[in-house]
């Protein structure tokens, strides 16, 4: 009988489970192994270096604004923006007490975000650079601090402000020509990668790699600055001359539509419209005949010589014109009574006869005018580089008993002053379509314009629009100047208050015309928004408001020569 030695048998099973146990161990870990050192080395190598890697950005200079005499309007300067990595710092107190020298907050509110739990906090954006320099020099002796060098943009030249818009906080274009030419101007970010210690000092030896950030174009304006700041002052004075509310002025190239100067003065709690010149929308009145006019002498049927029978007043409603009549407007009167005349078309011009100018347009209809008036621009936007236009509008209603004669003499329209000005530019460079431009371009950017208007109607448009200069009964004829031709009409409407209606003490008044230089013919445009007191008249109106202005904008351009510097 075989004895079986079980003693021996269970140390030989268990060392059987050892071995084998030991085996499937070794083959376990050498995958692991293998797995974490060979198939998945990489990703462990990247996971570790990120915990020590830093990425800060470089920033993209943004490209600097110039004006057409190359001076320079906006610009960046250095800059620093101040962060804090709460995780990071140590001495929280001593911190707290280092940046309150620097940052405009309470030092409650400094030592809260010191101690926070956050990441990353930027404390301070937009320090100027001795502060930034100064904490540079100081900011390894304080763990947990990031100081980034970064731009601050600056407009230096303050007259322009309303158009040339701003930036946000990181240095994007969020208004004006800032915002329109965002892309142009602010350039591509670059970056530096770093390693990093534990208290977030650069390794001197650890690798770097840096991205170089793409600085922004620069950009040339068309406006004239030294021309900018004098209009800028007239309309302050106008301001205060006239209890105007707001005080507008262009001048543009009738040629190319390079706008010399872009101005806006005043404040207003009925017109709080920046950019009011693009953005506010007007009736203006007699400003308005030369192109109502002009859609019947287009069609031949008269001259500027023929001649119409003019009274003081006009009742398109019966017995309006009568002192007991309380129904709807239907009375048009000639601004100052006079006799029974017949004059001329050219004369009807001159004087800015109301009634003439019905009698010339009740032959016609409304869409035969406004289809008329669509060549000049009116109900479209200029396409000028600024944000927010408007494109204006002809009234809606137009089988009213008034409507014909109301739009004659400029109302029931709504429009821009920088659309009156495009218009009136028409007429004088002989009747060619013009864009207006605030971006200087080279000859070879430049295209041919289209004709719009027949060469003939433009030179008889301009001749009446110099004659109300020139004429002994013109609106204008205080801008008479030596050597100078000037034409270009007045205009006076009733100031329209929203939820009151028509004011009857406060007018927008304005002129807008054009003069010869050696550049070419310039048409420039003045408003006075809600005047209410003329310092020439005891009458409010375009002739003895905005006319004289615009004359001293002529003595400026002509006299200063400062367009041929």
């Not at 009136?424 to 379509?433: D, R, S």
Request: proline share 2%; aromatic share 10%; charged share 25%.
């Amino acid at each position: 009988m075989i004895k079986f030695n079980w003693q021996k048998i269970k140390e030989s099973i268990l060392y059987s489970f050892i071995l084998v146990g030991l085996i499937f161990f070794s083959i376990s870990f050498t995958k692991e192994i293998y797995s974490i050192q060979i198939e998945s080395g990489e990703m462990y190598k990247n996971k570790t270096l990120s915990y020590r890697i830093r990425t800060e950005t470089l920033h993209a200079q943004r490209g600097s604004i110039y004006d057409r005499n190359n001076k320079p309007i906006a610009i960046s300067v250095n800059s620093y923006d101040l962060g804090v990595h709460p995780y990071l710092i140590k001495n929280k107190v001593e911190v707290s007490n280092f940046l309150k020298n620097f940052v405009e907050k309470s030092e409650e509110e400094i030592y809260r975000i010191v101690n926070s739990n956050e990441s990353f906090v930027f404390i301070e954006r937009k320090l100027g650079v001795d502060e930034g320099r100064f904490i540079e020099e100081k900011i390894e002796s304080f763990h947990g601090l990031s100081l980034i060098r970064t731009f601050e943009r600056r407009n230096l030249i303050q007259e322009t402000n309303h158009f040339i818009g701003k930036v946000d906080i990181d240095g994007n274009g969020i208004e004006g020509v800032e915002l329109i030419f965002d892309t142009d101007l602010k350039g591509t970010d670059g970056s530096i990668t770093y390693e990093a210690a534990e208290d977030g000092t650069r390794i001197p030896q650890g690798s770097l790699d840096t991205i170089e950030p793409q600085h922004g174009g620069d950009i040339t304006l068309t406006i004239d600055t030294d021309l900018q700041f004098l209009a800028s002052n007239q309309c302050k004075e106008a301001i205060i001359e006239t209890k105007a509310e707001r005080c507008s002025f262009i001048l543009m190239n009738a040629d190319d539509g390079e706008i010399y100067i872009l101005v806006e003065e005043g404040e207003s709690k009925i017109l709080p419209i920046k950019l009011i010149s693009v953005r506010g929308l007007y009736e203006p009145g007699s400003a308005f005949k030369i192109f109502t006019v002009g859609s019947i002498l287009d069609k031949g049927e008269i001259t500027s010589d023929t001649v119409f029978t003019v009274a003081d007043e006009k009742e398109i409603i019966d017995s309006s014109c009568g002192l007991l009549y309380e129904g709807i407007k239907g009375c048009y009167k000639d601004f100052l009574p006079h006799e029974i005349y017949d004059i001329s078309v050219k004369e009807i011009i001159e004087r800015s006869s109301n009634v003439g100018t019905i009698n010339i347009l009740e032959s016609s209809n409304i869409d035969a005018i406004e289809n008329f008036l669509e060549h000049f621009g009116f109900g479209y936007k200029t396409g000028v580089e600024l944000s927010g236009e408007q494109a204006g509008y002809f009234s809606s209603n137009k089988k009213c008993k008034t409507c014909l004669a109301a739009l004659s003499i400029g109302y029931s329209v709504q429009v821009t002053q920088m659309q009156m000005v495009k218009a009136y530019a028409i007429i004088a460079n002989g009747g060619f379509n013009v864009e207006p431009t605030l971006i200087k371009m080279t000859e070879n950017d430049r295209i041919l314009p289209e004709r719009v208007v027949n060469n003939h109607l433009a030179s008889e448009l301009n001749m009446l629009l110099i004659n109300v200069v020139e004429g002994d009964n013109g609106t204008a004829r205080s801008l008479r100047t030596e050597g100078v031709t000037i034409g270009g009409k007045t205009g006076t409407s009733r100031s329209y208050i929203e939820g009151i209606g028509y004011s009857e003490s406060k007018y927008n008044t304005s002129f807008t015309g054009f003069f010869n230089t050696e550049k070419g013919p310039l048409v420039g445009s003045i408003i006075l928004w809600n005047a209410s007191t003329s310092p020439h008249s005891e009458y409010v109106t375009g002739g003895s408001t905005a006319a004289p202005i615009f004359g001293k904008i002529i003595e400026s351009v002509t006299k200063k020569n400062i367009l041929n510097k």
